[in-house]
């Protein structure tokens, strides 16, 4: 790892002042993917701005459906939310299955969306859910916030504080991990929500997360594993590596579709 | 050099290191606690886990800065001296190490997967709940048995304390 | 106190210090004045290497100094060197390219050490690892076997013409093909043997500290073979004369074969040390062990196998391509020869074999021994080829090989190999029954209900363990000598040490060989130490590899015991006035047979040290050495059998049972044992479905970390089912065979013949990944 200042921010404005004072710094939330990164020399922050200490930045609170779980809370908190899981399983399901035990007590929602790596599973349940992505200025759609490859709406030195979504009246998430490092090798996320079906998909698309429309308008008409046995799935915009070339994930994409689909009944 | 201070296996401590020096490293060669151990360098192996403020992590993916204020165990405290927690005397009866090496992370990750899921484990959820620890030497079966045993003891003791 | 001899199931001594996290390995060492090292290595797979500028390294915080190739050439410091010499069929030598510790001018794979760093802190060595500039000129690369002996590859070694290391042949080519002609059925296929990385858990680390008032040199490493490490440091490299190198490995974190060799790190830290005048160590990290550690496997292989109308074997021929990387490392070139070739006779009659083998040179790491060495390449090849021929014939997998099994021993194979003890259908027998092989067809049908794939596969074993004797083995072109030696140090108060040169680093010698001590003079096992793992304290040893521990080292042992307790029975029998043929020791007590007289053996063993009333003529003190040289290897055999359930949709392998029957002669330790057999079989399975080195056409590393390269983790494996049909082995005094390579021997073959079986067809080669076991599906429909 290369040199680096570590500095822990007491509240969001401290951290966005930290920010702002140090360009080439970064915010530090759980670390599992910054710290490994940097480890590895592939990322040189001048600074960290440990978000971790902030008390408003962690916990998760329900009103009625609505659901806002802070930027700093660990995916090991969203996993065991009995409150959470009583309206919305497949996100706790989803959160239970990220990396592995000591990672979710570690690595939170904030961090993984932040970074939107194409194989994290958060970006799928989010972008299914159309859920809302509040920052230290402004909320941001689901649907503008992931625009690529480790890339996202968010402007130099904007800090998510949280996510809010609805919860949706079925929602389920199937994922086939890839077989060394776990990660997603392809993760598909089907919710029906107050404003349509949504079929978000992680692991398999060369530019990151997206939506399946041909998945949604088979869903929404029957929603029903069968529904999508027809619907063609293109290989041309998924990623080929050693594990997984675009054709296999191409057909995992549909049957981590349809065991979504049974897994949200 | 930053000021870190921990409380480690109940004990006050504290040492001066660079803010990029990695939690593992600082309890290694700061405070002299060689029994963490690291295996990988992409947060996978396990063999550095710990357990900060209860719960297990990998010290290998943590800062010593970010960690400074919190309450860490490592194997070293984890039983009184000379003394073997239930699941490290499981590990012995049931042969769940060779080598040595991915030991103390797998312990602590037992004793972790036990506090969380103590009394309801069964095979399949210890394999899963090992998922973030490699063991090159055993193929698991023995840790498996191991973790499984020490969960029914320590449910029996928790049955006999009640 | 119960005594705790062979065949208990003891708890291990050494677990409470690694449970308690008190374990010593390497990097748990520090001495005073100590700095770290870091290496800077090649970026690239090929390329000469001109100008290196350390300046701006040098200048750069903590760095101490950068030493490079020249330097340590000009030291005098040796190249590596490959311990063992094969002749090509034409007469010829093996041809060994020139491996400097540090590259002088070429670099031939990526991580090819270029120049070590020393600094305060690691990662101050390592900014200045990257702050050193080489200029580069890049050639061209190859990495697989079969391309590097094409006309026009890359040329990698000048003193290697194509590439080729050597041609070599075992066996009878005319009265193969003879046998191959007159055939009523000929079985052909080709099989690959991927290339794994062995993955111990603790990465090798050494810290090399020079004594300049002594001119004495200690090395800390995690080595499987102290011993070696020192002659060949010494003999070869030049570190130092062997009276001045202490070399010790202290606790080590599993070797699987990767550890046995002496790397360019360990001669170089030394060599630092005296440079710089501080202690330096070098510990890997994952990556740097993914790209330097000597990987395994990597064959290519053409088998031709003949049938007479009645399904005996006749002849077997193979044709054999072996990747040994840039380099010949220690016993590379053993590894494709005796340690391969000579085991493709199997279980199984053949009266005719011949094997040709050419190994070749690839910008790649150097390839040797892991964990089963060249006998894991035979079983699969042999495995898969006969359950082809089975499928072929239309006969069951058991019946085809129960009417090949070499049934009376001892039995020379046509292959050098002359198999002493075996029972090969009653492991085939048990293994079927604990599977419940009749009941397969019903499992079947339910997994089809249920939309799935089941499949079920054999595969029957045989390995050589202990290699030996070391005569033969020197004929055969060895440089070293395959004993071992045992020093048994009875004290003054009765308690003993056993000094053995064989090195523990997982197996457990530190119970095991206490136990049998135990168990021979009925003493409490807490009584007895076992000392391995340091020069200065074990005169000599060969260490531990290809499952000799058991076999050659208790045996030295034993040999030593014997001595010890022949001069206590002469003071016994002295102190008691009695014939020392009468005196036998049990239970912590030599005792004057069919009388109540007896002395306790702490009695006998003071009575030595004082020396105030010992037989006339006699030495005191009792401590005696031994060196034990086999007269044989050992020939562990067994039956696993797998069985799978594939999930059509994403072609995933489920494991529903691994069966493994295992003949390892006497068990000192069933505990022990098993978990060989459980450790073996898990990287066996690794190797079937998840496991695969990759190179990209640059000579990239692609699987460099546990992000890319696929390790078995607790939730891919089943628990296993594992039994015993023991016939001792005769060519060592306690009858035992080597267990630690078996379960990686024998299981990959019978994944695969499981998963062949389940999807109807047998294009597939390991590992066995989803995607390729969906496209093998998608390919049969």
Known sequence: MYATSYHRASSVEDAVKLKSANEEGKYLSGGMTLIATMKQRLAAPSDLIDLRHIPVLRGISIDGRKVTIGAATPHADVAASRELAAICPAICKLAGHIGDPHVRHMGTIGGSIAN?????????????LGATIVTDRRSIRADDFFTGLFDTALEEGEMVTSVTFEAPEKAGYAKFNNPASRFAMTGVFVAKTAGGVRVAVTGAGSSGVFRHPGFEQALASNWSADALGSVAVDASNLMSDMHANAEYRANLVKVMAKRAVISAG | MTKVTLTVNGRAMSGECEDRTLLVHFIREKLGLTGTHVGCDT?????????????????????????????????????????????????????????????????????????????????????????????????YHNIVKAILAADAEMATGRQAAE | MGVEGIGARVTRKEDKRFLTGKGRYTDD???????????????????????????????????????????LQADGIGNLICGWMIHSKDGSPMKMGAWHPLAVDTVRYVGDAIAIVVADSSGEARDAAEAVVIDYEQLPVVTEAVAALASGAPQIHPEAPGNLIFDWQIGEPDAVDEAIAAAAHVTEIEILNNRLSPNPMEPRATLGIYDTAEDHYTCYTTSQNPHVARLVM????????????????????????????????????????????????????????????????????????????????????????????????????????????????????????????????????PVDAYRGAGRPEATYLLERTIETAARELGVSPAELRRTNFIRSFPYQTPVIMNYDAG???????????????????????????????????????????????????????????????????????????????????????????????????????????????????????????????????????????????????????????????????????????????????????????????????????????????????????????????????????????????????????????????????????GQALLENVQYDANGQLLTASYMDYAMPRADDLPSFTLSHQNTPCPSNPLGIKGCGEAGAIGSPPALINAITDAIGHNKLTMPATPMKVWQALHAAH
Request: some cysteine.
């Open chain 2, 43 to 139: 947060t996978q192996c396990g063999a550095c886990v710990v357990h900060m403020d209860g719960h297990s992590v990998k010290s290998c993916s943590i800062l010593a800065v970010q960690a400074s204020g919190s309450s860490i165990t490592t194997i070293e405290g984890l039983a009184g001296q000379g003394e073997l927690h239930p699941v490290q005397a499981a590990f012995k009866e049931h042969h769940g190490l060779q080598c040595g090496f991915c030991t103390p992370g797998m312990v602590m990750t037992a004793v972790d997967l036990i506090n969380r899921e103590g009394g309801t484990l069964t095979e399949e959820t210890v394999r899963a709940g090992l998922e973030g620890n490699i063991c090159r030497c055993t193929g």
């Open chain 3, 29 to 71: 060492m520090t001495v005073p004045g100590m700095k770290y090292a870091c290496f800077v290595r090649s970026p690239y797979a090929h390329a000469k290497i001109g100008d290196i500028d350390a300046t701006a390294a040098k200048a750069m915080p903590g760095v101490i100094d950068v030493l490079d190739g020249k330097q």
């Open chain 1, 116 to 128: 939107n790596d194409p194989a994290a599973d958060y970006p799928a349940g989010l972008l299914g």
């Open chain 3, 234 to 365: 010494s003999a070869f490299y030049n570190v130092a004369p062997e009276n001045k190198l202490r070399v010790i490995a202290p606790d080590v974190g599993g070797g699987f074969g990767s550890k046995i060799y002496i790397y360019p790190e360990e001669i170089i830290c030394l060599w630092a040390s005296k440079k710089t005048g501080v202690p330096v160590k070098w510990t890997s990290d994952r990556t740097e062990a993914f790209l330097t550690d000597a990987h395994g496997r990597d064959h290519a292989s053409k088998v031709k196998m003949a049938f007479d109308a009645n399904n005996h074997i006749t002849a077997l021929k193979v044709d054999t391509i072996a990747n040994l990387g840039a380099y010949m490392s220690l016993f590379s070139s053993a590894v494709p020869t005796y340690l391969y070739a000579t085991l493709l006779s199997g279980q199984y009659t053949i009266p005719a074999i011949h094997a040709n083998v050419r190994t070749v040179y690839t910008n790649t790491v």
């Open chain 3, 423 to 685: 029972d090969y259908e009653a492991s085939l027998n048990a293994a079927m029954q604990a599977a419940d092989w009749a009941g397969f067809a019903a499992r079947r049908s339910q997994s089809e209900a249920r939309g799935k794939k089941r499949g079920i596969g054999m595969s029957c074993y045989i390995e050589a363990c202990g290699i030996a004797p070391s005569a033969a083995v020197g004929s055969l072109g060895a440089g070293v000598g395959l004993w071992e030696s045992a020093e048994v140090r009875v004290n003054a108060v009765g308690t003993i040490e056993v000094l053995t040169g064989s090195h523990s680093h997982g197996q457990g010698h530190e119970t095991t060989f206490a136990q049998l001590v135990a168990g021979r003079l009925g003493v409490p096992i807490e009584s007895i130490s076992i000392v391995h793992g340091d020069t200065d304290k074990v005169q000599m040893g060969m260490g531990t590899y290809g499952s000799r521990s058991g076999a050659v080292g208790m045996s030295a042992v034993v040999k030593a015991l014997d001595k010890v307790e022949a001069k206590a029975k002469k003071i016994a029998a002295h102190l008691m006035e009695a014939s020392e043929e009468d005196i036998v020791i049990e239970n912590g007590e030599l005792k004057v047979a069919g009388t109540d007289k007896s002395v306790p053996w702490f009695q006998v063993a003071l009575a030595s040290y004082t020396a105030h009333n010992l037989p006339s003529g006699m030495e005191p003190g009792l401590k005696e050495t031994a060196f034990y040289d086999p007269s044989n290897f050992t020939f562990p055999a067994g039956c696993y059998i797998a069985e799978v359930e594939i999930d059509p949709d994403t072609g995933e392998t489920d494991i529903v049972q691994f069966v493994a029957a295992d003949d390892f002669g006497n068990i000192i330790n069933p505990m022990i044992v098993e978990g060989q057999v459980h450790g073996g079989i898990a990287q066996g399975i």
